[in-house]
């Protein structure tokens, strides 16, 4: 597991991996610390995860360390589709359930129901839930299009009123998850979703940003080199002073 390279851009750090499993291995590693860290200071600690397959070596990594007390975590999750039916294994609810929150023994999970009969009295309730549970750790990843949770560009707002909303997904986006397998064609891509809005994933103390795969360069080198922007959302990470961007030389090849 070799660091290729590690600098800082405004304020968040950004680390260089060789390979897609040195990354996750590594940034599993580094979260859990801090995750013990704050477990040794705090009575429990609550912490949000974001649903792709660029999470999937870091969340393989996390649930095995034997020292980590899941029982005094409480878990969310940062985004999930509107009306996509509750067992679909395309549901992030039912990617992290698979992934990490079967696996540990987390102290409470919250899920976003994307089958609510009503959609905004479901990011209500999900907003308060937030709001009574602080948030520690943030673990997330970059979209094709810059995006963060599913804040696209258009629906991106840095001073958000809100800390959950309903967006319409645009078409990059859509089609991110059809490279990724998750759907076989974009007609089969739910339009909405519910995500968790920037100020919400900014408000994170500690945020670990996960971005392998030479799909995502462009967005990793328009996140760390580009203007500070909505059209770019995932570059607000630049703002925040304990967010660590960890990449491939894949997705990094355009920042070396």
Do not use: W
Not at 99 to 122: C, W
């Amino acid at each position: 597991m070799a660091l290729v390279k590690e600098f800082k851009k405004d304020k968040m750090t950004v680390k260089v991996f060789d390979t897609r499993d040195a990354m996750g291995a590594v940034a599993a590693a580094e979260c859990a610390a801090k995750m013990k860290e704050l477990l040794a200071k705090k009575d429990q600690i609550s912490m949000i995860f974001a649903a792709a397959p660029s999470q999937n070596e870091f969340l393989k990594s996390l649930y095995t360390d034997p020292e980590i007390d899941f029982t005094r975590i409480n878990a969310f999750h940062m985004d999930e589709y509107v009306g996509l039916p509750a067992d679909a294994p395309q549901g992030f609810g039912n990617f992290l359930k698979e992934r990490i929150f079967s696996k540990a023994p987390f102290k409470s999970v919250h899920y976003l129901n994307g089958m609510a009969s009503d959609i905004q009295a479901e990011c209500t309730r999900y907003s308060q839930l937030l709001a009574d549970n602080p948030i520690d750790i943030i673990c997330m990843g970059i979209g094709e299009n810059g995006h963060i949770a599913f804040n696209d560009p258009h629906v991106a707002f840095f001073d958000d009123p809100y800390a959950v909303k309903v967006v319409e997904l645009d078409e990059v986006c859509r089609q991110q998850q059809v490279n990724d397998g998750c759907f076989k064609t974009i007609q089969d891509v739910p339009t909405h979703a519910m995500t968790l809005t920037i100020p919400t994933l900014f408000s994170g103390d500690f945020l670990f940003c996960m971005v392998p795969a030479p799909t995502k360069a462009n967005a990793v080198k328009a996140t760390v080199l580009g203007e500070v922007e909505e059209k770019c959302p995932a570059s607000i990470l630049r703002r925040h002073g304990n967010a660590i961007l960890y990449v491939d030389s894949d997705s990094g090849k355009y920042v070396l």
